[in-house]
């Protein structure tokens, strides 16, 4: 691995040298005394003495007009504390890497700019590795040559995990102060080719502020620390496809964003997005040998909650099983309907060439749409639960995760993006169900609304149940409901509802309905949120008021 360039190669940039440009700051600064008027400024910013011409003989290591032999000078003096030398990188990985103060590989993340290429060093049509980034610390205070030589001597940054290994993790450190007390911010530099892939520069990639305070849900990200060295290396691998390329970038820089801004939702919801969109790719067989996402902590809901009924909705859809124990641990969760997994890693068949992803009838998600994956899900839990000689619709929701009146009366009239809803619920899927049940992290609950879904719909969502009744009356489900809202079939579906509730008891007062066949599978995909068992109730009093008072009589 080579140095970092701050002194060029060998002491000199294109046809200029270093070495004679310092000796000759020497000799004007130091020896001829021609700019005793300008160290002023340049040591504490004053203004620019009148008249005072400044040199043009440094050729591009001071252009014209932009500081005096002083900068330069003091620039070359500085230099000389960025020690380097070359160490192992962790007993796993065996390969010897630069050790320079706050120097991690290059990573082309967190900048407008960033391309695949400027991870590498083009030599003769091989891409060769990349000379890093580097990032220099600013600070406020005063501070003495011997500090500042201990401050790069240790060039220490690190996360909850350990010492910082890309851009990403030293984001992470400086928002969580990870760094040495005093460094309020940093430039970021990253050495990249230019000049027709001739020269490497050292070009600014931005500033990242140092937190004065750590955000706690910085800890979230421990979480991926794992699983993303292994994503990126699937990503850069030989013969990547460019959907797995695109979509680990994208959650590369969603990660670099919220580091930078951790007690913003919108950026945590990004990161969930990405990560959807990953396994998106996976399942299709690209890039699965880094596995699914690994289990996340609650506090992930915490992060992301920004009030909006698609993270509510999503959770609810995300964490629903077929049952839960009394200590609140699910079976057979919903997410064994997006990816085949193996006891948390991806089942896999064949060997050598012919591995591949094991998929087996059970996985119906296909992560495109979202209002076909809900009703994909919906349809398969009601053959499954009829294969096993079951009425009912085995979808229970978690405790503190069950879909509200409000949100999905909002989500039927279609104010909610179903494929933004599906992508949070595909994250989310990935949730500790333990740790959940032991410490929830329940979305926020607004203000009621009073808001109800229409009672067609009402009617459907009843017949539709994964238990009894809080009264212990049972609504036995019947499969054609939710295949007649699939196809447009609006009345023929209320019609097989009214006659389940009957059967039950139940006198609602709606008769027919009829809606778009657009609006019908909305109604379909509206049965993937499931509902606690007092929310069931409440529609029953909706629909009718006089057979929850027999009940109680």
């Not at 698609?310 to 049952?323: K, T, V």
């Not at 591949?356 to 296909?366: M, S």
Request: aromatic residues 6%; positive net charge; proline residues 7%.
């Amino acid at each position: 691995m080579e140095q970092p360039s701050l002194l060029g190669t060998g002491g000199s940039e294109g046809s200029g040298s270093y070495t004679a440009a310092f000796m000759q700051a020497v000799a004007e600064c130091l020896i001829e005394r021609r700019w005793d008027a300008a160290l002023a400024e340049c040591l504490f910013g004053a203004n620019r003495v009148a008249g005072c011409q400044w040199s043009q003989s440094f050729g591009q290591f001071l252009p014209s007009g932009q500081g005096s032999p002083w900068d330069l000078l003091l620039a070359f003096e500085g230099a000389c504390v960025v020690r380097s030398g070359v160490s192992t990188r962790g007993a796993q990985e065996g390969n010897k890497w630069l050790s320079s103060p706050f120097f991690v590989p290059p990573a082309s993340l967190g900048y407008p700019s960033g391309a695949r290429l400027d991870e590498y060093a083009l030599n003769k049509g091989k891409e060769l590795p990349g000379r890093g980034e580097q990032w220099f610390p600013l600070w406020r205070q005063p501070m003495t040559l011997a500090e500042v030589q201990h401050l790069f001597l240790e060039g220490r940054a690190c996360t909850r995990r350990g010492k910082v290994h890309d851009a990403c993790s030293m984001a992470r450190a400086a928002a969580s102060l990870g760094v040495q007390r005093g460094v309020t911010e940093f430039v970021r530099y990253g050495y990249l080719q230019r000049n027709n892939l001739a020269t490497h520069f050292a070009v600014p990639l931005g500033r990242i502020r140092v937190s004065e305070r750590a955000s706690p849900r910085l800890a979230c990200l421990d979480d991926l620390d794992a699983w993303l060295p292994r994503l990126r290396r699937e990503a850069r691998a030989k013969g990547a496809p460019a959907r797995l390329v695109l979509a680990e970038r994208r959650l590369a820089d969603a990660l670099f964003a919220v580091a930078q801004h951790p007690d913003e939702p919108a950026r945590w919801q990004s990161v969930l997005l990405g990560l959807a969109d990953v396994e998106a790719v996976q399942v299709t067989g690209s890039g699965y040998r880094a596995g699914p996402i690994p289990q996340l902590r609650p506090e992930w809901v915490t992060a992301a909650d920004d009030g909006s009924p698609e993270l509510r909705l999503g959770l609810a859809c995300g964490l629903q099983a077929a049952r839960f124990t009394r200590e609140g641990l699910p079976a057979l969760r919903v997410r064994l309907h997006w990816l085949p997994l193996e006891r948390a890693r991806y089942a896999v068949t064949g060997v050598g060439a012919q591995r591949r992803l094991l998929i087996g009838p059970e996985v119906v998600l296909h992560g495109r749409a979202g209002l076909d994956d809900a009703i994909a899900m919906v349809d398969r839990r009601l053959v499954e639960a009829a294969q096993a000689g079951e009425r009912r619709l085995p979808l229970v929701a978690a405790r503190h995760a069950a879909a509200l009146p409000d949100d999905l009366a909002t989500f039927l009239a279609g104010e909610i993006e179903p494929d933004r809803t599906l992508a949070l619920a595909r994250a989310l899927m990935a949730l500790d169900a333990g740790r959940w049940a032991k410490a929830p992290c329940p979305a926020r609950t607004p203000e009621p609304r009073g808001a109800m879904p229409d009672e067609a719909w009402l009617a459907i969502r009843l017949a539709l149940l994964p238990w009894p009744l809080p009264d212990e009356r049972v609504i036995n489900v019947d499969p054609a409901i939710l295949r007649r809202l699939d196809c447009g079939d609006v009345p023929s579906a209320i019609e097989l509802a009214l006659r389940r509730l009957r059967a039950a008891g139940i006198a609602a007062t709606v008769r027919t309905g009829m809606v778009a066949p657009d609006t019908a599978r909305r109604w379909a995909a509206a049965l993937a949120f499931p509902i606690t068992q007092h929310t069931a109730a409440t529609f029953v009093r909706r629909l009718d008021p006089n057979t929850m008072k027999e009940a109680h009589a």
